[in-house]
């Protein structure tokens, strides 16, 4: 009976060890899924600033392209203005 007791006891305390490693384990787990939701989420995010910003840099160079486009075109219609250069007016005053 004695060495059934024991035996119980044995069994007992490992099953107790067993629970609190267990929840530990769930604790890590529950930890280490939260650290990987955060990583997923601030990787979305950096995906979506950069779909963006790629999008925005697009839509410059086709507004820019555009505008050139516009300003040759203009240029080829335009006569070059006949404006006389004027000589820069120097400050010494002869003596």
Do not use: W
Not at 53 to 75: F, G, H, M, W
């Amino acid at each position: 009976m004695r060495g059934q007791a024991f035996c119980l006891a044995f069994f007992i305390s490992h099953i107790k060890i067993g629970y609190q490693m267990k929840s530990m384990h769930s604790l890590l787990r529950q930890n280490a899924e939260i650290a990987f939701e955060k990583t997923q989420h601030q990787s979305s995010v950096h995906a979506r600033i950069s779909d963006e910003i790629e999008e925005n840099v697009k839509l410059r160079d086709e507004k820019t392209a555009r505008l050139k486009a516009q300003r040759l075109a203009q240029a080829a219609i335009t006569p070059p203005s006949k404006t006389k250069k004027s000589k820069p007016k120097s400050n010494i005053k002869p003596h």
